[in-house]
């Protein structure tokens, strides 16, 4: 029996509508392009849910533009979110991680485009892992009225007008930042509505946990050895679960640190920047921690192509700060 004194929460839409007017360039178009996100996140995590069930699990047997197997629930990610954007309106152009070339919405006077990987960790898809979609926002530079342009998507790190990740997992979140600070929302199944579960999230400046691929712990540069050796000794505690997304999360949360190094197989890095990274550190940087690519904040790192890969160590800020 629901304990009828207790008020639901604040829906994202009221939240959204709530604080439109702080929003940057409050035109009510960034509100409906994040309600617009949030949908497309809630089929995919209707589609997540079933996965097991029903035979979309698997390898779709076509690869993507990094030549990894695409798996059947990434290429239904992707379809769903551009769907969303399409019919939306609000954007006129995406890059995804699922399609090499930039996609014209066709929405010729929509002022925004999306930078997005539909569906994070995708080795832990089959495997009941979570698994996250992360999501990039810019106010377009090219003139409304034409197509999307490259420019629009190489405005750098600092442009971005807003960012957000959706991590499913023991239950799903929605967080996002639009520059003033970051706020999750937990998916309430029952109800079909994301409820603010985390107002202004803060990462703690120091934490106990680091997260990367040890398997490759030979590869990293010197430096990163020595951290890490640094935080064996202090007894802190290992944990990869080998999406960004669940990692990150993590780690605002508790306090700790990401890193994906250079490797001899990925030797600029494995994540890509404009819909890995740049996202991931817009975030960090709002909740009080803080990106790097061990040379630069992450999100000064100047875009040169659409999937370009980058270096990356983000978390509490004291401990990037000693790395
Ligand atoms: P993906 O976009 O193909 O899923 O790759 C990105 C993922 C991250 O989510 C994760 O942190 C990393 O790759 C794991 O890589 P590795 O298996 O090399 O440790
Ligand atoms: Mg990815």
């Known amino acids: 029996m629901p304990n009828l004194a207790l008020p639901v929460g604040t829906t994202l839409d009221r939240y959204i ?13 960034l509100s409906q392009l994040l309600r617009d996100i949030a949908l497309a996140s809630k089929i995919i995590n209707r589609e997540i849910n079933r996965a097991g069930l029903i035979d979309i699990g698997g390898a779709a047997g076509s690869g993507n533009v990094q030549g990894e197997m695409q798996q059947k629930l990434d290429v239904i990610a992707n379809i769903r979110f551009i769907r969303a954007l399409k019919n939306g309106g609000e954007v006129c152009g995406i890059i995804s991680e699922e399609d090499e070339h930039m996609i014209q919405t066709g929405n010729v006077n929509g002022k925004y485009v999306v930078a997005i990987d539909p569906l994070d960790g995708s080795s832990n898809i089959d495997v009941n892992v979570s698994i996250g979609t992360i999501f990039s926002i810019y106010r377009r530079v090219s ?14 790190g600092r442009a971005q007008v807003a960012a957000g990740y ?23 199944n029952s109800l079909g509505e994301y409820i603010l579960s985390h107002n202004d999230i803060r990462q703690p400046a120091n934490g106990s946990i680091f997260s990367c691929n040890d398997g490759n712990a030979d590869d990293y540069p010197a430096y ?27 780690n605002l949360i508790k306090g700790g640190i990401y890193l994906y190094p250079p490797t001899v197989k990925s030797p600029v890095g494995k994540l890509r920047l404009l819909y890995e990274c740049y996202p991931m550190a817009f975030i960090a940087e709002q909740a009080g921690g803080m990106a790097t690519d061990g040379q630069q904040p992450i999100l000064d790192v100047r875009p040169v192509s659409l999937h370009q890969r980058s270096v990356l160590y983000i978390g509490s800020s004291e401990m990037v700060t000693q790395l």
Do not use: W
Not at 170 to 175: A, D, K, P, R
Not at 224 to 250: E, M, N
């Open 224 to 250: 990163v050895q020595d951290y890490l050796a640094q935080c064996k000794k202090q007894r802190l505690t290992g944990r990869y679960i080998g999406s960004l997304v669940a990692d990150f999360h993590r």
């Open 143 to 156: 003139p409304v009225g034409t197509e999307a342009t490259l420019d629009d998507f190489m405005q750098g």
């Open 166 to 188: 959706v991590l499913y997992g023991s239950s799903t979140i929605l967080v996002f930042t639009t520059g003033q600070g970051v706020s999750g929302f937990t998916y309430d």
């Open 17 to 29: 509508m709530r604080r439109q007017n702080a929003f940057p360039f409050a035109t009510g178009e």
